[in-house]
């Protein structure tokens, strides 16, 4: 499962590749969707929503006997949480305390099957209506609003754009190969092929009317989503590119980018952290200090008050099929780095995100290795929703029961 928006569920694996050159670098933003989906490099992200199902198989059989993390385990305290981790070594699993009832916390769960919003506290589910049956179907949030990408089996065929109003389903825009959300969380951007590799990218309104000029833009190189800075592209060997919304232009480059705020570009180069602020306005650079870590920086999100970016570090092998995630905040003020409690722990990475609520608080929710073992068993998975609020010494939990191939993402 995922908490941001999950990837379409066709695309190939060339793109899958070559996002693995740029090291998975998802910026913040709320939507955390990566490539879009067509028939060249652009349709390749939905390789790894494959993968991420599979993952997802293993969250609903874990055995709750094994299950040490729904109460706070003692001993770890700052030393034992920045103790690195060999790949043969056990790696302790996440663990906090019992997720207190009156969280507020809503999942939208999408995937294979039925789609359905899922209640924290109460765990009460309610299905969205007005979808398609039987195709797969992943989620994105736009302002305030849920949008939800139904895709056939066939993913050349492109896939439809609904807007959720409550539990009901609509159609917005037509049929699309992507689409992900505005910076301004008025609308959605939709792309489409227009012949070949030429593809016509159209920012809409919520009631599918164009609210601004459509661009024309190479397929293998169409922006993945929109910034306060530009459009952001992962389509070039090393490099994410940021370009004009009203031009397509290049405006800013560099081999990762991890995170764009109004004046902010978080960067990395190289397999090794070695994170940077850019100012592209200033032409500023600011090295940062590089956190105690053994994962490769990818993800981020930025909180809603732009004071602060989680990023996390992930080795999808560690050494396998065990993988390593750690999570670790930016403040923005003083330029330091705090390390979620618990962190690093094993944990499917495919089947894991992470959002900020708009309270404050960062949740992640995902598969997650109830054992130690380096070699972890099917039934040594399971679900679980995570939250923390800075500042806090220890992780809030609860376990989740969702369907196989099903992934969940935080909602408004």
């Known amino acids: 499962m995922r908490l941001t928006a999950a990837l379409p569920a066709a695309l190939s694996a060339a793109l899958v590749a070559l996002l693995a050159a740029v090291a998975g670098c998802t910026p913040a933003g709320g939507t955390s969707a990566t490539a879009p989906r067509s028939g060249t490099s652009t349709q390749a992200a939905q390789g790894t929503q494959a993968a991420q199902s599979t993952q997802a198989n293993q ?9 040490p993390t729904q109460e706070a385990v003692p001993g770890r305290g700052a030393a034992a949480e920045t103790a690195r981790h060999g790949p043969g070594d056990p790696m302790p699993p996440v663990s906090g305390r019992p997720l207190e009832p009156g969280s507020g916390l809503r999942l939208l769960v999408t995937g294979e099957g039925e ?4 209640d924290v506290d109460s765990r009460v589910r309610t299905r969205v209506r007005g979808l398609p049956y039987g195709e797969r179907t992943w989620a994105f949030t736009a302002g305030s609003r849920e949008l939800v990408m139904s895709t056939p089996d066939d993913a050349d065929a492109g896939g439809r754009l609904f807007l959720l109003t409550g539990d009901r389903a609509r159609p917005l825009g037509g049929t699309a190969l992507f689409a992900f959300a505005a910076a301004d969380g008025k609308g959605v951007w939709t792309l489409q092929r227009v012949r070949a590799d030429e593809c016509r990218l159209r920012p809409l309104d919520f009631r599918g009317r164009e609210r601004g000029r459509a661009l024309r833009v190479a397929c293998s190189r169409a922006p993945a989503q929109d910034t ?11 490099r994410a ?3 004009d919304r009203a ?5 800013f480059a560099e081999q990762r980018v991890h995170a764009v705020t109004r004046d902010l570009v978080l960067v990395s180069k190289g397999s090794q952290p070695e994170p940077a602020l850019v100012e592209p306005e200033a032409a ?3 090295p940062l200090p590089a956190p105690d870590t053994e994962g490769t920086p990818s993800t981020a999100e930025v909180s809603p008050d732009g004071r602060r970016i989680a990023l996390w570090f992930a080795d999808p092998a560690w050494p396998g099929p065990r993988q390593y995630l750690d999570v670790q905040v930016l403040d923005l003020g003083t330029r330091t780095w705090t390390r979620l409690p618990s962190m690093p722990v094993p944990a499917s990475i495919k089947s894991t995100s992470m959002a900020w609520t708009r309270d404050g608080r960062l949740v992640l929710a995902g598969d997650f290795v109830t054992t130690g073992k380096v070699m972890p068993a099917e039934s040594d998975y399971a679900s679980f929703v995570v939250a923390w609020r800075p500042g806090e010494s220890l992780l809030s939990l609860r376990r989740l029961d969702l369907p196989p191939h099903h992934q969940a993402r935080l909602s408004p």
Do not use: K, M, Y
Request: proline share 3%; hydrophobic share 40%; charged share 15%.
């Open 247 to 251: 031009t397509g232009q290049e405006v």
């Open 228 to 238: 306060p800075q530009g459009l952001l592209s992962f389509a070039e060997q090393e």
């Open 241 to 243: 590119l940021l370009l």
């Open 115 to 118: 789609v359905f919003r899922l």
């Open 59 to 67: 969250n609903t059989q874990a055995n709750q006997a094994a299950q």
């Open 284 to 286: 500023r650079r600011t």
